[in-house]
């Protein structure tokens, strides 16, 4: 179904119930809201914008945002959210290739992109007085009517290693998301609020949808982003906040709130992902802030829903193994199955490692005109992942690395995140990152680029005898480099293709 029509269906419950915030100050209710998105839609049904076409949004998380995807899915068509902080070149690509009709935009990026596009597609300012206009039109009715299977949502990969391609989430996806969010993450009651700190364009914007459904408050930071000191702010004066957050975001809150003799107030959940947490970092998390966290494990083609850690399993310390699913990324959540297989597709032995392959109805149909691509991803229903891990008898997967980031050493297989678990563990070590380097000998050799603690030294002896003390000593790093901080991508994730393009300037 059309997810315009939950907004719809919440607006005409209790119009005047809060929605939209830019910090704490209320910018429109439910019913303003909807009017406003059922306007966009009406202006943009009038342009013959409907199904089958792709309007995209590119812009810094603001309410604007909200108002446009509404509008969007109001008139029937298909969302196209952008990174904001591409170069407009890369937005070009992404735009021309999903065939986009028209982009809302805000001033700044606007400008950028004019001379990109001449004119085609029509770029629209959020801040402009055409879109004042397209606000003010007389509203649609109603959404227009969409099936399970109908494109809502074109998300573009991050493209690391090529030209990203596009992921189709239908209306379906979505859905199933939405009600395993509910199920297997956490609940959404109507005083909560969403808080968009992280990139509306990726996992923060696409939890908008069981705030809508449920009637809670959104709000967008007066920041446009994360800043950690107005996260605590907002969640003193707005709580109960529910937000997503990249891990390295978690890291940063917790060290303000550290700073600051804070507890993190008002946070009601911290839902992270983007990968797991190091161990260290989420035992201080839970430790400063309390039990306010839950990991969600997820990939575009499967929107954050593979497995869910429950905020009970992130903080409990007394079941026998509550630290190896501390270290987990949890169960299947409840519209899914998850399944380690082998290379030839057979089921790997619980315990062992092989890929991590998910099948249910949060999996995506398929990559935008890109049968290549789909065919190599989903083999017999089934989502190849490229992460590799392993599932233990009671269902907890373990999430080792992408297979790609596999280093393989004398015929051995070694998993960076169990170098780097090891190395975050000394007391002097603030991130790491764990590569392969070509060696003609062996292969691969281990190399760790390391982040130190302000006003610390660490001794790459020390660091040797701590790996020697926990693991095999051929997974032991033989060379360390030291940077004063690790090169990342917009969501906080570690570039190591910038990592290994380092070691080749080397050699």
Sequence with gaps: MNPAEWLQRTATRDPARPALFTGQTQMANYGEFARSAAAIGAALSARGIGPGSQ?????????????????????????VPINSKLHPREVEWIVRDAEVTLVFSDEAHAADLAPVFAGTPEIISVDSADFTLMREREPMRAPVGRDTGDLLWLFYT???????????????NMASMTYNYVTDVDDVHLSDAALYAAPMSHGAGIYNFMHVLRGARHICPKSGGFDAAEV???????????????PTMVRRLVDAAKAAGETGEGLRTISYAGGPMYEADILEAVEVMGPRFVQVYGQGECPMGITALSRSDVADRTHPRWRERLNSVGTAQSAVQVRILDEQGRERPRGETGEITVRGATVMPGYWKNPEATARTIRDGWLWTGDMGRMDEDGYVTMQDRSKDMIISGGSNIYPREVEEVLLSHENVHEVAVVGQPHEEWGEVVVAFVVMMPATDVDPGGLDALCLDRIARFKRPKAYRFLEALPKNNYGKVLKTELRQILRGEN
């Design 232 to 246: 605590l702010h907002l969640g003193k004066s707005m709580g109960p906040i529910s937000m997503f957050a990249a």
């Design 55 to 79: 309007v995209a949004v590119f812009m810094p998380n603001r309410i604007e945002y909200l108002e446009t995807l509404y509008g969007i899915w109001f008139a029937g068509a298909a969302a």
């Design 158 to 172: 991050s493209g690391t290693t090529g030209k990203p391609k596009g992921v189709q989430i239908t209306c379906g």
